[in-house]
């Protein structure tokens, strides 16, 4: 089962973003909206980016963990008030496509069983 480390980040510059984390994580993003948003999925980490109203630029928006085995999506608040999501794979796509319908983002295949 994998299970991967979810960061998502505020920015105001994704253009700017994607190139400084391309270059950090050493591939591009699996998926790009123009200027709004920007997903990485490595084999450790799975990374977006997103021009998020009421969360500043360079802002931890929220934790989590894509996780296989996860039944359904779930969030929950840390002691320190840290939002936590738990999803698979295809729970993470149905939200893109439901946010960005024009993307058809689908999960590279073999990402997931």
Known sequence: MVKK?????STEDIAASVADYSARLGCR???????????WRTDQLNL???RADGV???QLRHLGWEDD?????????DVN??????FAAHH???E???????????VESGAEE
């Open 5 to 9: 480390l979810h960061i998502a980040l």
């Open 29 to 39: 993003p699996e998926l790009v909206v123009e200027g709004i948003y920007a997903l």
């Open 96 to 106: 893109i496509n439901q946010i960005w319908p024009e993307t058809n983002y689908r």
């Open 56 to 58: 500043p630029p360079g």
């Open 48 to 50: 977006s980016i997103r």
């Open 69 to 77: 085995a996860a039944k359904a999506f779930t969030a929950e608040v």
């Open 92 to 94: 993470q796509a149905d």
């Open 81 to 86: 008030g840290i939002t936590w999501e738990r």
